[in-house]
């Protein structure tokens, strides 16, 4: 077991006195979310009518919920703290978070093909005095108004991938021409991935809509999303399907929570219908949806619902309970995400065409994003979704290109043992400033012999300094960094970098390591482990050197990127890991990290597994024996007893 201690609040040293440290009760940041009433608005070009009002009906709340952290026992015995505010600024001994901690992986380098290019400055991002702090994915201390009782000030563009089939194309653009949501905010961007004929707007559209078509590099609805998204000048960026018929609420009942913050990812709910008498025409969805009676469009008894996506809602109180997956539920058809966050993420990667939504969500998710899913933005799907036509060969097709994108996906790559992947699991950030090469060099070379596969490293150092001019090869003041360079240069695990990043997203762990510690063979997969089972955002080893205390930090990317996103000007960015996502110290020298003198060499490793798979194979004949003796029958048994008792009053009554 590590050696472990949760801390809370105000009791939470920042220094590592050498008392025992307490942990406090749990944090409660409970909370419902309500759910209102709907408005009518007429809005869109439309042909001239009058338009009736209506009322739509209450949506019932997601519920309650509590975020609780459970009591710890201390282990670690530190002096005596020095009693301080939670908030008041620290003096402590972990690494200053501006410093030389993390370095950008060569993912983030690779892995932006829908990179939105800094020329907009759409979605401004809100202050971090107004962002509210949302624990884990538990959006419960979030309180939308009710639809229709509050004025709007984002402006939204929805966005619309469209490849033929113009007929379900002009139903969802009368939908959204009766939204509820004010039309001076509204934009609708139709994207034309290369239909022939080519598409157009029909008689019924929103007020604010246009048509573009992609251009001749690429295809599928991932381009078409992205160059949607460039196109878009709304604060948030809408996906919608082009075979939807939204309700008339469903802008503005996700639209509400994004007013709240600008790191949510709110998701829609629809409905599969198929039309056994053919569609309904324009003009009658556009006259349902004004006149309040979109429910009627279809029955509702022979639709189908989002069996997967409504089940695992369902079953984490509306997700506020599925931590770090959450994820997983960014799902095509419908969802909206704030312009800033969608920048930050990369926007879509173009390079997949297929699932490009979940993987969207991923990268969300490292950005800090929390996922809402609101059951007033309904809508009605034309026809079933690719997943229901054909799940088993689009899983075929989808498992190579999402298992290097994905990889909380641990299933699929273990059917990849030894591979390398697109994105790691861990990043681990050794800092070779100032350091011999020898400790640089053990500790990069054990994290690379981890049982971890998925983990690569990124090393910290002014490379660039490095040049080619003649020097002493042998008294060159530089020549420790050279040679890590050169042990390390060809091994595709390993990037160097000149500076450290924020975060290592979108790898959703990062490991900061000091050079000379070397993490045992399993570490790695430990404190994953860890993290994953008690959703920490953070696991701090310690570790005592001669000249003090070091700290090596075991991150989650997501908790690391919300705290930079919430903090205030002067508070410290541990405060605000442990207060959304908690955080744990344990001792590091017990449990996964040794002095690289200490540390077994690769070889060793080997050796060692395979001494122990021996003994295993010994103790499984043994164990395969005494099993055999127990099935034998009860005679053959009586008769070894009996045999044996012979035997010793034998010896017995034998001379001596």
Same mark, same amino acid.
């Given at each position: ?9 105000? @009791?939470?040293?920042h220094?590592? &006195? ?16 309500r ?9 869109? %070009? ?24 459970? !009591? ?14 939670? =908030?008041?600024?620290? %003096? ?69 991938? +469209? ?8 139903l ?16 609708v ?39 949607g ?10 996906w ?33 219908v ?48 599925h ?15 704030? +312009? ?16 490009e ?66 994105? &790691? ?7 070779? !400033?100032?350091?011999?090469h $020898? ?6 070379? +054990? ?18 300094? =490095?040049?080619?001019?003649r020097? +002493?090869? =042998?008294? @060159? ?11 390390f ?12 990043a &924020? ?22 997969? !430990?404190l994953? $482990? ?11 080893l ?28 002067? $508070? ?26 200490d ?30 003796? =127990? ?13 044996g ?12």
């Amino acid at each position: 077991m590590p050696c472990s201690v949760r801390l809370s609040g105000a @009791d939470r040293p920042h220094d590592l &006195p050498e008392g025992a440290l307490r942990a406090d009760g749990p944090l409660d940041l409970g909370g419902n979310v309500r759910h209102g009433e709907t408005r009518p608005r007429c809005g869109g %070009r439309v042909p001239a009518r009058p338009a009736p009002c209506r009322r739509g009906a209450r949506r019932p709340p997601h519920g309650g919920g509590r975020a609780d952290l459970r !009591r710890a026992q201390p282990r670690l015995r530190p002096p005596p703290p020095r009693r301080r505010a939670h =908030l008041e600024p620290a %003096r402590h001994l972990l690494p200053p978070r501006g410093g030389p901690a993390v370095a950008r992986t060569p993912v983030q380098l690779l892995h932006h093909p829908g990179a939105i290019p800094p020329a907009r400055d759409r979605g401004r991002p809100m202050s971090t005095s107004e962002a509210p702090r949302i624990r884990h994915n538990d959006y419960g201390t979030l309180a939308p108004p009710k639809i229709g009782e509050w004025e709007p000030r984002l402006s939204v563009s929805v966005v619309i991938p +469209a490849y033929g089939n113009q007929e379900k194309l002009d139903l969802t653009l009368a939908s959204l021409a009766a939204q509820t949501y004010p039309s001076r905010l509204l934009e609708v961007v139709v994207v034309d991935d290369g239909s022939a004929p080519p598409l157009r707007l029909p008689e019924i559209v929103p007020e604010r809509a246009r048509l573009i078509r992609t251009g001749g590099d690429g295809w599928g609805r991932a381009h078409a999303c992205r160059t949607g998204s460039l196109a878009a000048d709304g604060d948030v960026v809408h996906w919608l399907d082009a075979d939807l018929i939204a309700f008339p609420e469903h802008v503005e009942a996700q639209l509400r929570w994004h007013h709240l913050a600008d790191y949510l990812a709110v998701l829609g709910y629809k409905r599969f219908v198929e039309a056994d008498e053919g569609w309904p025409t324009p003009q009658a969805v556009f006259e349902a949806i004004e006149g309040g009676s979109a429910e009627k469009l279809f029955d509702l008894g022979r639709s189908r619902r989002h069996e997967w996506v409504e089940d695992m809602i369902d079953a984490t109180d509306g997700l506020r309970k599925h931590g770090s997956r959450s994820f997983r539920v960014h799902v095509g058809a419908t969802a909206s995400v704030h +312009a800033s966050l969608l920048k930050a993420a990369g926007g879509m990667d173009d390079s997949l065409v297929l699932g490009e939504d979940v993987e969207l969500g991923y990268r969300l998710a490292q950005r800090g994003a929390v996922f809402v899913p609101e059951p007033a933005a309904r809508s009605w799907h034309l026809g079933p979704s690719t997943q229901m036509r054909d799940e088993e060969r689009l899983t075929r097709h989808n498992e190579p290109y999402l298992s290097h994108r994905l990889p909380m996906h641990r299933d699929w790559r273990r059917r990849g043992t030894g591979r390398q992947w697109l994105v &790691p699991c861990v990043d681990v950030v050794v800092d070779a !400033r100032g350091r011999p090469h $020898e400790e640089v060099r053990a500790t990069v070379g +054990a994290v690379l012999a981890s049982t971890l596969p998925d983990a690569a490293v990124t090393i910290v150092g002014p490379w660039s300094g =490095l040049g080619g001019e003649r020097r +002493a090869p =042998l008294d @060159d003041p530089l020549l420790d960094l050279r040679l890590t360079r050169a042990a390390f240069a060809h091994d595709g695990r390993v990037t160097f970098a000149e500076e450290a990043a &924020p975060t290592s997203a979108p790898a959703p762990f990062r490991l900061t390591c000091p050079p000379g510690w070397a993490p045992t063979f399993d570490a790695l997969q !430990r404190l994953l $482990e860890l993290a994953e089972t008690e959703d920490f955002g953070a696991v701090l080893l310690a570790l005592p050197e001669a000249d003090g205390l070091k700290v090596a930090r075991f991150e989650r990317t997501a908790a690391v990127a919300r705290a930079l996103a919430v903090r205030t000007d002067g $508070e410290d960015l541990d405060d605000v890991v442990y207060a959304t996502y908690g955080s744990v110290w344990i001792d590091g020298t017990e449990w996964a990290l040794v002095p690289a003198a200490d540390a077994a060499p690769p070889s060793r490793r080997t050796e060692d597994l395979l001494t122990w798979k021996k003994r295993a194979e010994r103790w499984e004949a043994e164990a395969d024996r005494l099993r055999r003796k =127990l099935r034998a029958p009860l005679s053959t048994k009586l008769l070894e007893a009996a045999h044996g008792r012979t035997s010793r009053l034998r010896r017995r009554k034998e001379p001596r």
